[in-house]
């Protein structure tokens, strides 16, 4: 169960783990940093927007592209619906998860899978500007003029066995999530790019409820 919600949530590009980032340059000050990230993000009540997301698997030679509509809003609140090339819909409710396939349906609690935990943990920090408060993961951060990446490097034993890493690119205007990526072991990678965000938009609370 846990790799289907993987396969929606924990997304990858094609960066390499090297000691920097093309067209990027670490930040100098990372406590100024950290302040403005979540002096920022704590303004952000929610996010609308379209994403679009390409899968590289390791196997094949063409990528997988989907695209769908993504909706987020405190406290904790997630939903990611896929509408194209499959309708697929995913909701993340404080310790909730939602996956509806085609016509099956499945409910998990968070508290019962530590692997859960730490998914639902990294998507929420990545909405909410606290991932880099997140122990599960050694952090280091680059930036150019416009955006911030933040490295996420897995130390939990769980992690560390299904990802080499994963990205988070910020955009410096306003530290919202640009993008989500993650390398897995297996080779596969994956981008997901956030496009039209609107925040602090009106958004019904029903779109998070979990039945």
Sequence with gaps: ????????????????????????SPVTN????????????Q????????????????????????????????????RMEYKQPFKYLMILNKDKVFVKDGQKETKVSTRSNKIFQQINKIMIDCMQGTTLDNTDFKTRVFENKTSALVELTPLTKGMKEMFTFINVIV????????????????????IMRFTNKELNVAIPDNLFDIK
Excluded: C, P
């Design 171 to 190: 955009d410096k205007k306003d530290f919202s999530v640009s993008s989500i990526q993650m390398q897995e072991i297996s080779g596969d990678n994956t």
């Design 30 to 41: 990372l406590a100024r940093f950290k302040a403005e990230f979540a002096a920022a993000t």
């Design 43 to 78: 303004k952000t009540g929610s996010i609308k927007s379209d994403f679009e997301q390409d899968k590289n698997l390791a196997m094949l030679s063409e990528k997988i592209t989907s695209r769908g509509n993504f909706w987020f809003k405190k406290d904790s609140r997630v």
């Design 1 to 24: 169960m846990y790799k289907i919600v993987l396969f929606t949530l924990l997304l990858a590009s094609s960066f390499s783990v090297t000691a920097q980032y093309a067209g990027f």
